[in-house]
């Protein structure tokens, strides 16, 4: 059903216009101090502002599932308790014989006068927000740069490398993803008798590309891959952190390189809690 | 003249709508279809709101998402507000009071939107941003009609009979 014409399109049009400058200033805002590597005004007022509202939701979604995972999870909890309580005994039996090696390698590179790595300091921040933006593999984290967390600080969890910090605020900051797709990070296999290296990027999807493989390169469905120390996005990522495993590995279209497929030693669905190196 | 109260009200369920957005992230998605609350309620606002308003509503979600989003900051407000001045600019023509219409200007809004922020921010693969945002679109207007009723009476300034 039609309606009346409109009856001030010139006065809209202009508050169009207008608002379109602003964003396109906000936007040249945004990229200026990101360039010289200052915080964003931008997104520092609009995470300050909101981040309450968005990690109260957060915390209301938490403490649902949490019941509803007890209340219909008991049984495969038990289950999964022993399981662990099994897998918590031979790593225990592990990370003694691991420890053993520590202290011989240790012992090995004074020897040998290698440069063993500075120790980094350690920021553990809670998830507030994941994935917020559709296209975008990120995640906003409750630590900012009044604790510490600087741009490109490397993030990991549990299982391995999450990504690296992206834009900073003082109480929050947005983390870039592996498996974004400007993301990129040096690689490399960790069985003994491959040892190729290339560089993981994100694609945009669950899984990452191990791109400049060579051809004749040594890599198995089931390789673990570790960060490599070796360029990716500016080098920052730190030597032997896990990335992920091989899912497939096959010659690409030219047949110069290898096509490999890693899945992410994290799944990023599920993380509550990361840990940002400094 | 339109109040500034449905203004204000409508503006705090776009932020709301946003937060649950945020929070909730990837875990919205149903069979690789993930729903952009905050686009989805920023087009059922704007379809009880002029056009100025309108545009007003899409720079405040433009700035919403762009503060969470790893940068592209500028193509996020420019592609929201003038997606949002399009349906404002509707309201004076069509009548759309109803769940139906809705779910249409939903789903047709939502891939606008997503065209017009690739025109700015052209994405890296056309496969994977064609996928994504058919499952985007699809669950932004299944969501439509339940958006429809949750948010028609903070932002419409009509009187109910």
Redesign the interface.
């Known amino acids: 059903?039609?309606?009346?014409?409109?009856?001030r399109p010139i006065?809209?049009r202009l508050?169009?216009a207008g608002?379109?400058l602003?964003?396109?200033s906000?936007?040249?805002l945004?990229?200026r101090a990101?360039a010289r590597g200052d915080p964003?005004p931008?997104?520092t007022?609009?995470?300050t502002v909101?981040m309450p509202?968005?990690?109260?939701?957060?915390g209301v979604?938490c403490w649902i599932s949490g019941r509803w995972s007890v209340l219909v999870g008991a049984e495969q909890a038990v289950r999964e308790n022993r399981e662990l309580r099994d897998e918590n005994a031979r790593l225990r039996a592990e990370v003694t014989r691991l420890h053993e090696m520590g202290i011989l390698a240790q012992r090995l590179q004074r020897t040998l006068g290698f440069e063993a790595p500075a120790p980094r300091g350690r920021i553990v921040a809670r998830v507030?927000?994941?994935?917020?933006?559709?296209?975008?593999h990120?995640?906003?984290i409750s630590r900012g740069s009044r604790d510490g967390v600087r741009a490109k600080s490397v993030v990991v969890a549990p299982g391995g490398v999450v990504g690296h910090v992206?834009?900073v605020a003082p109480a929050s900051a947005?983390v870039?993803l592996l498996t974004?797709?400007?993301s990129a990070i040096g690689a490399r296999v960790q069985r003994p008798e491959s040892r190729a290296t290339g560089i993981c990027r994100g694609?945009?999807?669950d899984l990452l590309r191990m791109d400049y493989v060579a051809r004749d390169a040594d890599v198995r469905r089931g390789d673990i891959i570790l960060s490599s120390g070796l360029g990716g996005e500016g080098g920052v990522f730190p030597k032997g952190l896990p990335i992920g495993i091989v899912e497939d590995a096959r010659l690409d279209v030219s047949g110069a390189l290898k096509h490999v497929t890693v899945r992410p030693a994290v799944r990023?669905?599920r993380l509550e809690e990361v840990t940002v190196l400094r | 003249m339109r109040g500034s109260r449905p203004g204000a009200a409508a503006a705090l369920a776009l932020t709301v709508a946003f937060a649950v957005h945020a929070a909730l992230g990837a875990s919205l998605e149903i069979a690789g279809c993930r729903p952009n609350l905050a686009a989805a309620a920023l087009l059922v606002v704007c379809m009880f709101s002029g056009p100025a308003r309108a545009a007003g509503f899409g720079l405040l979600v433009g700035v919403l998402e762009a503060g969470y989003a790893a940068g592209l900051v500028g193509s996020y407000i420019v592609s929201r507000t003038l997606v949002a001045y399009v349906v404002g600019s509707l309201e004076a023509r069509v009548f759309r009071d109803s769940a139906a219409v809705a779910a249409a200007i939903v789903l047709l809004g939502t891939l606008a939107l997503e065209c017009v922020f690739a025109i700015f921010a052209p994405p890296p693969s056309a496969l994977s941003w064609v996928l994504r945002t058919g499952g985007t679109v699809l669950a932004n207007g299944a969501l439509a009609p339940l958006l429809y009723f949750c948010l028609r009476p903070v932002a419409s300034d009509r009187e109910e009979s």
């Open positions: 059903m039609l309606r009346s014409t409109p009856t006065g809209n508050v169009l608002l379109v602003l964003g396109v906000l936007g040249v945004h990229n990101i964003s931008v997104t007022v609009v995470r909101t509202l968005v990690a109260a939701v957060t979604s507030v927000a994941l994935m917020p933006t559709i296209g975008f990120t995640l906003v992206f834009d947005v870039l974004d797709s400007s694609n945009g999807t990023f669905d």
